[in-house]
């Protein structure tokens, strides 16, 4: 089984466009014999982040029937994801929105080793913002970037866990509630 991650712009950003996105998406991801673990929409309605899991290797089914299921939206992936600080059955239980979502676009001289040592070693920073709940990261195979989800109050909280931690933000965004 494989993690697969899905970028998706709208052509207009507004949550009703957003949703009928998710439902068309998710219809073909099953159509294609796979299943949406989640999907995360901004708060602002302009990009839907979402994880399918795929039992098959059969990326190139699932990349087609979700292109023509998005048809006017801007996609992007699919990039194979490792989820990294919680289990699959958790998000599947849970399906828990998060209240923030950081892109890190990795550095090239990271590896995927590097990158879950520093991971492993830096998480029990996060005590020093009890305020943030760390959810979950999902990293690129390839270590192009990763993606962080927190519940956390506010915006400036989160830049204070990513500083408790030493890790940098390239986007952060507030996500749909």
């Known amino acids: 089984m494989s993690l697969q991650l899905f970028e998706l712009v709208p052509a207009t950003p507004s949550r009703e466009a957003a949703q009928a996105l998710i439902a068309q998406v998710s219809q073909a991801v099953e159509a294609a014999g796979a299943s949406v673990l989640e999907s995360q929409v901004t708060a602002g309605h302009e990009h839907v982040f979402t994880v399918v899991e795929l039992d098959s290797d059969n990326v190139a089914a699932l990349t087609e029937a979700v292109r023509a299921a998005a048809a006017g939206a801007e996609v992007t992936g699919p ?56 959810l979950r990261t999902y990293v690129r195979e390839d270590t192009v970037k ?20 030493s890790t940098p933000i390239d986007r952060l965004h507030a996500l749909e509630g």
């Open 146 to 165: 990763c993606l962080c989800f927190y519940d956390a109050p506010d915006k400036e909280a989160v830049v204070r866990a990513r500083e408790a931690v």
């Open 79 to 134: 990039d194979e994801v490792r989820l990294v600080g919680a289990q699959i059955e958790d998000v599947r239980a849970l399906a828990r929105k998060a209240d923030y979502l950081v892109e890190w676009d990795i550095p090239e001289e990271i590896s995927m080793e590097t990158y879950l040592a520093r991971k492993k070693a830096n998480s029990p920073k996060y005590a020093q913002v009890p305020e943030v709940s760390f």
